[in-house]
C-alpha cells in the first residue's frame, strides 16, 4: 500500500510538471518564437548600388512598418525583390549588402512587427498578411516590372517567404536555411511536450511547398544547429519547383547570409531568373536528381 502511494505521489508530481511545462510554453510561445531585435544593425544603412529611402507604411489593420525601399540609379522598370529577415534579424544589413546580394534589382526590406522601428508585436498571421501587402505595394511602384518580383526569405523569413509566394505571383522565390515547419522543429525539441495543441505560430513550409510555382532556390548553412538538415530535406522532396539546393562551404545559421559565397550565389540565380524571358522556366540546369534532393554543395 504504502508503494503504492508512492507510486501514486511520484506520477501525480509527474503530472503536474508536464501541465505546467506545458502552460509555460502556451505562454511564452511568442518569446520562443520570435525574438524581436529593436536595435538596428546598421546605424546609418545606404546601398552603395542603389538610391535609398527610408519608408514607413500601414498595415491593413493601420500599424506602422518601417524599413527601406533600393532602387538602382538607371531608369527603370526593374526586377525586384521582397525581403523576409529571420527570428531575431534586423533588416538594416540588407541596405548595405544591397549593391552585392541584390545588383539592379529593386529592394524592399522591411522590419516585422516589433523589429526595428516597425510597431505592434510579431505573429505568424501579420507577418504572412504584412508581407503579402509589400509585394503588393512593391509591384505597383513605377519603377518596378510587376511580372518579376522575386521574394527572398531566411530562416524564420523562409515560412513567411513560402507562404507569401504561394498566394502571390512571385518570378522566384530564394530560401536560406529554410525548414520544413517551426512546429516539427519545436516538436523536436520539447519531445515530452505536446506542442501541436499549444503552438500558434507554426510555420508549416511543408504543407504549401508542393503548390510553389516559383523557380525556388534552396541555400543551406554547412553548420546549423538551428535548423537541422533533416528538416531542411522534408521541405526541399516537397518543393513543387525545386532549381537548386546548395550548402554554402564555412557557413552557420548566424553568419550565412553575410558570407561573399551566398551573396554572390543569390546574386546570380537572380540575375540570371530575372535575365529569362517571362513565362521561360528552365529546368534545374540539367543537375543530376541526387544531387538537387542531396543538398550537396556544387
Given at each position: 500500500?504504502?508503494?503504492?502511494?508512492?507510486?501514486?505521489?511520484?506520477?501525480?508530481?509527474?503530472?503536474?510538471?508536464?501541465?505546467?511545462?506545458?502552460?509555460?510554453?502556451?505562454?511564452?510561445?511568442?518569446?520562443?518564437?520570435?525574438?524581436?531585435?529593436?536595435?538596428?544593425?546598421?546605424?546609418?544603412?545606404?546601398?552603395?548600388?542603389?538610391?535609398?529611402?527610408?519608408?514607413?507604411?500601414?498595415?491593413?489593420?493601420?500599424?506602422?512598418?518601417?524599413?527601406?525601399?533600393?532602387?538602382?540609379?538607371?531608369?527603370?522598370?526593374?526586377?525586384?525583390?521582397?525581403?523576409?529577415?529571420?527570428?531575431?534579424?534586423?533588416?538594416?544589413?540588407?541596405?548595405?549588402?544591397?549593391?552585392?546580394?541584390?545588383?539592379?534589382?529593386?529592394?524592399?526590406?522591411?522590419?516585422?512587427?516589433?523589429?526595428?522601428?516597425s510597431h505592434g508585436e510579431p505573429a505568424e498571421a501579420h507577418m504572412v498578411e504584412d508581407g503579402r501587402l509589400l509585394f503588393d505595394w512593391l509591384a505597383e511602384r513605377p519603377h518596378v516590372?510587376?511580372?518579376?518580383?522575386?521574394?527572398?526569405?531566411?530562416?524564420?523569413?523562409?515560412?513567411?517567404?513560402?507562404?507569401?509566394?504561394?498566394?502571390?505571383?512571385?518570378?522566384?522565390?530564394?530560401?536560406?536555411?529554410?525548414?520544413?515547419?517551426?512546429?516539427?522543429?519545436?516538436?523536436?525539441?520539447?519531445?515530452?511536450?505536446?506542442?501541436?495543441?499549444?503552438?500558434?505560430?507554426?510555420?508549416?513550409?511543408?504543407?504549401?511547398?508542393?503548390?510553389?510555382?516559383?523557380?525556388?532556390?534552396?541555400?543551406?548553412?554547412?553548420?546549423?544547429?538551428?535548423?537541422?538538415?533533416?528538416?531542411?530535406?522534408?521541405?526541399?522532396?516537397?518543393?513543387?519547383?525545386?532549381?537548386?539546393?546548395?550548402?554554402?562551404?564555412?557557413?552557420?545559421?548566424?553568419?550565412?547570409?553575410?558570407?561573399?559565397?551566398?551573396?554572390?550565389?543569390?546574386?546570380?540565380?537572380?540575375?540570371?531568373?530575372?535575365?529569362?524571358?517571362?513565362?521561360?522556366?528552365?529546368?534545374?540546369?540539367?543537375?543530376?536528381?541526387?544531387?538537387?534532393?542531396?543538398?550537396?554543395?556544387?
Amino acid at each position: 500500500m504504502n508503494n503504492s502511494r508512492k507510486v501514486a505521489g511520484v506520477a501525480g508530481i509527474v503530472s503536474v510538471l508536464w501541465v505546467g511545462v506545458t502552460a509555460a510554453i502556451a505562454a511564452s510561445q511568442r518569446r520562443l518564437v520570435f525574438n524581436p531585435t529593436v536595435k538596428r544593425e546598421v546605424d546609418n544603412p545606404r546601398s552603395s548600388g542603389h538610391r535609398t529611402r527610408a519608408i514607413v507604411l500601414r498595415a491593413r489593420d493601420g500599424t506602422k512598418l518601417s524599413g527601406w525601399l533600393m532602387t538602382p540609379q538607371i531608369p527603370g522598370p526593374h526586377p525586384a525583390v521582397v525581403y523576409f529577415g529571420g527570428r531575431s534579424e534586423e533588416v538594416s544589413w540588407v541596405v548595405r549588402d544591397a549593391g552585392k546580394l541584390f545588383p539592379g534589382m529593386a529592394v524592399l526590406a522591411v522590419n516585422y512587427r516589433g523589429y526595428g522601428n516597425s510597431h505592434g508585436e510579431p505573429a505568424e498571421a501579420h507577418m504572412v498578411e504584412d508581407g503579402r501587402l509589400l509585394f503588393d505595394w512593391l509591384a505597383e511602384r513605377p519603377h518596378v516590372d510587376p511580372q518579376r518580383v522575386a521574394v527572398v526569405g531566411r530562416s524564420l523569413g523562409s515560412g513567411v517567404a513560402v507562404q507569401v509566394a504561394l498566394e502571390r505571383p512571385a518570378h522566384s522565390l530564394v530560401l536560406i536555411t529554410p525548414y520544413d515547419s517551426i512546429l516539427a522543429i519545436a516538436k523536436r525539441k520539447f519531445r515530452a511536450v505536446p506542442v501541436e495543441y499549444v503552438l500558434r505560430h507554426r510555420f508549416e513550409s511543408v504543407k504549401y511547398a508542393s503548390s510553389l510555382t516559383a523557380p525556388t532556390y534552396v541555400l543551406r548553412a554547412a553548420f546549423d544547429d538551428i535548423v537541422p538538415h533533416s528538416h531542411t530535406d522534408l521541405l526541399v522532396a516537397q518543393l513543387g519547383k525545386l532549381h537548386l539546393d546548395e550548402t554554402v562551404p564555412d557557413s552557420d545559421h548566424m553568419n550565412i547570409p553575410y558570407l561573399e559565397a551566398t551573396q554572390e550565389r543569390i546574386a546570380a540565380f537572380l540575375s540570371t531568373r530575372f535575365a529569362q524571358p517571362i513565362g521561360d522556366i528552365p529546368l534545374a540546369t540539367a543537375l543530376p536528381a541526387q544531387a538537387v534532393s542531396a543538398g550537396k554543395t556544387l
